[in-house]
């Protein structure tokens, strides 16, 4: 036994011996390696800056350099020239103060790619102009950073921003600024200030568009995709001079109507959102170019199928619309004024006599003096609570002589309108009546004469009648041929059978559930249970005849009330112009949005307790673990367990 121990001594102190010799052997290489890196990184430098000496630029990137080489101390001194630019991507660096200490007078300073989390002392390079820090580890911005008055171009993309100073505001000649892939979530009033002209805020966690953003009247480009901005601020026509506007991967459901007002905009992304329409007039873009709406499930104005044949396309239905938007007002409005006349001849309107010497009805057209439409009719109809008129009168006068259908004009002139009554003493001061032009008549003056019936709203009732029909029966076709599917399927014949068996054992006396008559039907005689199985047949049949009515009816009965409902909805915009009508159905989506929403929270709420138990679970394996330690085998030096 002790020599067997003795034994296991001395080979640990050979594998310690052997791992002692492997570590000096590791550091001696290390050395070495480091003495090669270093007078590589000497001849390096030296040779950046001998091929820049002419221009006063050293580009010297993705080396693992670590520390800035003293050679740009002295580059004045032994090239006689000033240091103006200086690229040292993907280096290595983790601190700016060497050079922020020896090169004040820097117009251009690139160190993207490399791993910065601080730099102070920005503010001694009064002259930059370009400073790129993308792809770094910075987690805040200096207030010296609004030293650099120069400067017209940041990027400071991809790193780990929470904030931006409001000194930022004081860099007036910043063009272009870049603060794409941070954690930023609002920027500063002062932010306002800025003279950018192109601004990218992508890949940030803004949940509403930084209203500062509306106040920097100089942009051209805007780039705020990838974040959870669900609307756009009011005021962006302020942004005239707006070329591009990028909104992607957002949760965008509406447009603000300002929008309308950036004529200068050429592209305009909002694909990958939440939008159900585009705001009216969206035609007016005139410079409009490239329009992406892609990935909108709820978009129906415009339809997406016009989408894709492009932005020209777009435009073109967008000003048919508004022209289709002033045909259907003023359709609406002859409409209106015909229910009015309506109830004019209904409750007769004025009293007698002085209705019957304003108002007639000629055959099938309504005479009526024009001034008592404004002065007599609509006052009384108000007052009475019967009809609200919400139309001017110059838009009425108009819509009144441009109203066309399959009959031609709606309405007419009648110099010589003969009326009942006469009120010509009162109106016009007269001292007697107007010579009756026949019996029964007293008075002559001028008068409309407008028909009763629109043969285009007939035409459009019919139509809209027969679509309604056509919808039910597409729907009980489309019902019936589901229900034939399942019932001629195997599980729709063994449900069937079952509850053929279930109504057949219910009415059986002798038997009370399924079971009993499945034992029971052997036993039958052949005549019994030949009879048994007419009986489920019958049963059968009818069960797939009741099955198929009651799906017809469903069918049937949602459809038509469907077509209520639109008919509900076309009732309530009647007379309403483009924009009410717009915002009203703007409002009924939005109620839907928010249902969605609310189903969205609820599911990620039932993920995140998923993830919580699926994370405790892995602290207690760890707990468990903890638990082991480490060792060596005794017979072969191995680690382990």
């Known amino acids: 036994m002790s020599d067997w121990i003795k034994n296991a001594k001395e080979r640990r102190q050979l594998v310690a011996t052997l791992h002692g010799q492997h570590r000096k052997h590791k550091l001696k290489k290390e050395k070495e390696d480091a003495e090669k890196d270093m007078q590589r990184n000497i001849e390096a430098w030296n040779a950046a800056c001998d091929l820049g000496k002419e221009e006063g630029k050293v580009s010297l990137c993705w080396l693992d350099l670590k520390h800035v080489g003293k050679q740009i101390y002295t580059f004045h001194s032994d090239y006689c020239i000033e240091l103006k630019e200086l690229c040292l991507d993907g280096t290595g660096l983790t601190s700016l103060e060497e050079i922020t200490t020896h090169c004040k007078d820097l117009e251009k300073l690139s160190v993207a790619s490399n791993s910065i989390r601080d730099i102070s002392g920005i503010g001694n390079l009064v002259k930059l102009k370009r400073l790129n820090l993308l792809r770094n580890q910075l987690t ?11 400067l017209t171009r940041f990027d400071v993309a991809n790193n780990l921003l929470t904030e931006v100073p409001p000194d930022i505001s004081n860099l007036r000649g910043l063009k272009h600024l870049n603060l794409e892939c941070n954690m930023l979530s609002e920027l500063p009033v002062a932010f306002g200030k800025l003279e950018c002209e192109v601004l990218n805020l992508s890949k940030n966690q803004f949940t509403v568009c930084p209203p500062s953003v509306v106040d920097m009247y100089k942009l051209r480009k805007l780039s705020i995709n ?68 892609e990935g909108n499930p709820d978009l129906v104005y415009p339809p997406i199928q016009l989408v894709a044949k492009g932005t020209e396309e777009v435009l073109r239905w967008s000003r048919q619309r508004l022209e289709m938007g002033k045909g259907e007002k003023i359709r609406h409005i002859i409409q209106s004024l015909g229910e009015v006349l309506k109830q004019v001849q209904l409750y007769k309107i004025g009293g007698s006599p002085l209705h019957e010497s304003v108002f007639e009805v000629v055959d099938d057209e309504f005479q009526f003096a024009p001034e008592a439409l404004w002065n007599i009719f609509l006052p009384q109809l108000k007052k009475i609570g019967i009809q609200s008129f919400p139309y001017e009168r110059t838009e009425v006068e108009q819509a009144l002589f441009q109203f066309r259908d399959a009959a031609g004009a709606i309405v007419r002139k009648n110099a010589h309108a003969k009326f009942r009554r006469c009120s010509c003493m009162i109106t016009r001061g007269c001292s007697s009546v107007c010579v009756p032009p ?23 009732e019919k139509r809209r009648l027969l679509a309604e029909e056509k919808s039910i029966e597409d729907a009980e076709r489309a019902a019936k041929n589901v229900a034939t599917q399942f019932l001629t399927s195997d599980e729709g014949i063994l449900t069937v059978r079952e509850e053929a068996i279930k109504r ?44 198929l009515r009651e799906k017809l009816e469903d069918s049937r009965n949602q459809v038509i009330d469907r077509n209520r409902k639109i008919g509900l909805v076309m009732q309530s915009w009647m007379g309403l112009s483009l924009f009410d009508a717009f915002d009203g159905w703007r409002f009924s989506v939005e109620t839907a949005h928010r ?24 602290e207690y394996q760890k707990i468990e673990i903890s638990q082991w330690e480490e060792g060596y085998d005794e017979f072969n030096d191995l680690p382990c367990w």
């Open 438 to 460: 026949k019996t029964g008549w007293m008075c002559t003056r001028p008068a409309l004469m407008m028909r009763k019936e629109c043969y285009e709203e007939n035409m459009r």
């Open 226 to 293: 990838y974040n959870e901005i669900g609307c756009l601020p009011g005021g962006l026509d302020k942004l005239t001079k707006l070329e591009s506007l990028h909104a992607s991967k957002n949760r965008i459901s509406i447009l603000p109507d300002s929008i309308i007002g950036m004529t200068s905009l050429q592209s305009l992304w909002f694909d990958n959102n939440q939008l159900s329409a585009l705001p009216p007039n969206v035609h007016r873009l005139t410079k409009l170019s490239e329009l992406k709406l």
């Open 595 to 618: 249902r969605r929403r609310r189903e969205e929270r609820s599911k990620l709420k039932e993920e995140r307790i998923k993830f919580e138990d699926a994370v405790a679970k892995y």
């Open 504 to 547: 057949m054992a219910s009415n059986d006396t002798k038997a009370t559930n399924k079971s009993k008559v499945f034992t029971r039907l052997p036993l039958l005689s052949s005549r019994n249970r030949n009879e048994t199985k007419a009986k489920l047949k019958r049963l059968e049949e009818e069960i797939r005849e009741s099955y």
């Open 140 to 150: 805040r911005l200096p207030e010296e950073i609004g030293s650099l008055v120069n």
